[in-house]
């Protein structure tokens, strides 16, 4: 296992020029940048193990380290090397790796790697966005290189086993994909390892393609060739981080929903990642803006934009009432629980949130807070928070110095697990309290209350 040499990192240049002209190639961009520079692409020896795990082609790993077979890089095909990292990014984005890693044996996880594969290959075949079809170069560049014909599991052959449609795969989940194959395989879904015995996710699918009865028996064949199979983090003090991992996600599916060439699949799957509940705190500090606008001293009446609420007479008498124009938008302060007991898929959650608040209202003020508050960052994008903290809990803290500081604020936002002391008096401002998790309980004088489970 080695870093890539200058040669390589040539090559890989050429890769990112290619990837940057491509559809799906220029939203997975920032995956490869990043994996690139934190030194997360690796170089191996097909010959060699990968913490154990055989790896003929290319894999990804939960720590978000993406391992290239040397022959790869040898063969100097730069269209090949890019649909390799173009796919596996997505599976780093998609958290594939660390779900394979909580299956419950290795069969699973070879199962639940081919239905990942076939769901992005679907995503990329059906987005019109690639010159070829994924694996249709990787399988003759294996075939030659091995001596043999390779086909990799692909989505027609997916749709063959399940009986469905090939257009029907893009639009299914990859957890849907995997709940299919064992079903058509006769594999119990939740079953005890086999004493050892190593699985390979290509001879089951072709076996159950030829006698599902079969399949459920013998599960093994020797010379088999795995493309993005699952293997351990590496070097776990290099490892991507959840939070890492989130916001990586969060900038690719901006990317996606930025484009109209890209296929439904992947684009309810960039909604998910950038929406959720947070998007229920968006459509709750509409709600609020709209009620504090008539309380927001500088504002005015004018004709440039007339009443909505004008009754009907006077419309067909051609009078026209003045609107309200606010001279400023809506000051939001979004206060983060920075505390011990905040994990970071807590955080990462705070981080989807700011996006989508700073998306809908532009610029805003973050505090983050544990027992007293870090800093006070005004910011237009989440990508500019700095989340301090680590420390006790008290979300009081940071309500109080916005009155104390008076701190512009028409609408205040906690973001906690509510595991906190309360200030008994409502402040002068309405407050959102957003709710992760089940612990603790938000104050009685709150003025909305959403729950992220």
């Not at 055989?54 to 095909?77: M, N």
């Not at 490892?239 to 900038?251: D, F, K, P, S, Y």
């Not at 509940?277 to 500090?285: K, S």
Request: charged residues 25%.
């Amino acid at each position: 296992m080695r870093r890539l040499s200058e040669r390589e990192l040539q090559a890989i240049a050429l890769v990112v020029r290619l990837l940057a002209i491509h559809g799906i190639g220029y939203c997975v961009l920032p995956v490869v940048y990043e994996t690139i520079r934190s030194g997360r692409l690796l170089v191996f020896d097909p010959d060699e193990l990968v913490h154990g795990a055989s790896v003929d082609i290319s894999a990804t790993t939960p720590g978000g380290e993406i391992v290239v077979a040397d022959w790869v890089f040898q063969r100097e095909d730069p269209f090949l090397l890019a649909e390799i990292l173009a796919h596996e990014a997505l599976h780093i984005v998609r958290a594939d790796a660390a779900t394979m890693e909580r299956l419950p044996s290795e069969i699973h996880a070879y199962v639940f790697n081919v239905a990942a594969d076939a769901h992005i290959q679907a995503w990329i075949r059906f987005g019109d966005s690639w010159d070829v079809a994924l694996f249709g170069r990787i399988n003759a560049a294996a075939s030659e290189h091995f001596g043999e014909e390779i086909r990799i599991p692909d989505y027609q052959m997916i749709a063959r086993i399940l009986r469905i449609s090939r257009e029907d795969i893009a639009k299914m989940t990859t957890g849907e994909i995997y709940e299919r194959l064992l079903e058509a395989m006769r594999f119990p879904q939740h079953q005890e390892g086999h004493g050892g015995e190593s699985s390979s996710a290509l001879a089951t699918i072709e076996i159950c393609e030829r006698s599902p009865e079969k399949a459920r028996r013998s599960w093994h064949r020797e010379g088999h060739v795995k493309k993005s199979c699952y293997a351990p983090t590496i070097d776990p003090n290099n490892a991507l981080t959840e939070v890492e991992r989130e916001m990586l996600a969060q900038e690719v599916a901006k990317r996606v929903l930025s484009r109209g060439d890209m296929p439904l699949g992947l684009r309810r799957w960039a909604e998910k990642v950038l929406g959720g509940r947070e998007r229920d705190v968006v459509r709750a500090l509409r709600s609020l803006v709209s009620q504090a606008a008539r309380q927001v001293p500088d504002r005015e009446r004018t004709f440039q934009h007339p009443s909505r609420r004008q009754p009907r007479e006077l419309t067909e008498q051609g009078i026209v009432l003045p609107g309200y124009r606010r001279k400023r938008a809506p000051r939001i302060v979004i206060i983060v629980d920075t505390s011990q007991s905040m994990s970071e898929s807590d955080l990462a959650s705070a981080l989807g949130m700011i996006f989508e608040v700073t998306r809908a209202f532009g610029e805003v003020v973050v505090m983050p807070t544990d027992a007293d508050v870090h800093a006070v960052q005004r910011v237009a994008s989440e990508k500019n928070v700095e989340l301090l903290g680590g420390g006790g809990t008290d979300m009081g803290a940071a309500l109080r110095r916005i009155e104390s500081d008076k701190i512009p604020c028409d609408i205040a936002v906690v973001f906690s697990d509510c595991d906190t002391p309360w200030p008994p008096k409502r402040p002068r401002f309405p407050v959102v309290v957003v709710h992760k998790g089940d612990r603790g309980s938000p104050p009685p004088w709150r003025h909305l209350y959403i729950n992220i489970p």
